[in-house]
């Protein structure tokens, strides 16, 4: 009799198992409809749609109500729904110079709301992260290398490039570790392309506690984030750290930062800018070089550099935009036959900012 009743029991589980994972399509206990769906009285396609129309800025508080909710706010097919129905939307993420102990933070411009972001898991041993790089691939943001302190270094009062990378699921709100860098790097270029795919050249070792010294490299390396893999890939035509990069078509452009050092009187060193810049082919592999961006006594440093597309997903009927960001001025680019950029005042304070695509946010950094 107890075999026979803990089969009958087994059962019945496995009956109100199919019931339950029919979405409240098909009749059953009432009950245990109500627990499958996600909004009573409507089905979960409907529910679905429903919640893709309700600010991102507010599902953190949504996840509350119930695990119906919790489950359908954190899933990517939600973000894909939001993307099918134009319901994207412009955030700020923005980070301190070291994430892994102060916490950064998701910024809805339309409705001044703050969403708060997860210290970055750290290492006991390693502090004072800075220079690093972020972009953004998807719902996902990337921070890459910078340039840190290591208390198991001597002398520990010197700055080590870093090549981890970490990531940022904005969809179930956790960090996750990923492959490292194959070269460690601060003060890089990066951008991405593809939905899939970040590029990263140049960089060095200098911390921003330092206006001198560091290291300098040419190395340039791809990363696919389907494989999780980093490769190699041809190197700059020079060293080059400080520098900033974007994507532009099928293009990925190097621009600014500095190269080797001269010393004045022969003693203290000073750092010689790049006017120029590299634009490397993503396709083809090869870099050219492009013309100086302004005359000589003009600037000598470069800031950071947003493109902004409207238009199409294909690179023929959209439209590209280039502002760059310095102190409370930005500057935009004059004409796509050159490369030099006019003036326009701006209330925007210093800070270190960079595109990101698919649900078009913008992430500040290094501020």
Known sequence: MDRKEGGEKEMQQEQQQEKGGGGGGGGGDGEEEKQTLIIPGL???????????????????????????????????????????????????????????????????????????????????????????????????????????????????????????????????SWAPRSPMLTPRGSFACGACGGSTIVVAGGGSRHAQFGVGGSRVSAVERYDSRSDVWEAEKGLPEVRAGCTGFVLGDDFWVMGGYGLYRTVSGVFPVD?????????????????????????????????????RKGGDDGASASWAIFMLDGCFIFRQMDEQDSLMSECHSMIVSCIYIAMSRIDILVIDDI
């Open 272 to 308: 010689d800018y790049y006017r120029d810049g590299a634009v490397l082919g993503l396709e083809s592999g090869q870099w050219r070089e492009i013309l100086p961006m302004w005359e000589e006594g003009e600037r000598s440093r470069l800031g950071q550099v947003v493109v902004l």
């Open 43 to 173: 089905p979960n396609d409907v529910a679905r749609l429903c919640l893709a129309c309700l600010p991102f800025s507010h599902h953190a508080r949504l996840k509350c109500v119930s695990r119906s909710w919790r489950s359908a706010l954190s899933s990517r097919s939600l973000f894909d729904i939001r993307s099918q129905w134009g319901k994207g939307e412009d955030l700020l993420c923005v980070f301190p110079e070291d994430p892994s102990l102060s916490p950064g933070g998701l910024f809805d411009p339309r409705r001044c709301v703050w969403s708060p972001i997860h210290p970055m898991p750290c290492d006991p041993s390693r502090y004072g992260l800075s220079n690093f790089g972020c972009v953004a691939l998807g719902p996902t943001v990337y921070v890459l290398g910078g340039s840190l302190f290591d208390a198991r270094t001597f002398p520990m009062d010197r700055p080590t490039p870093s090549s981890a990378v970490f990531c940022y699921d904005l969809v179930r709100l």
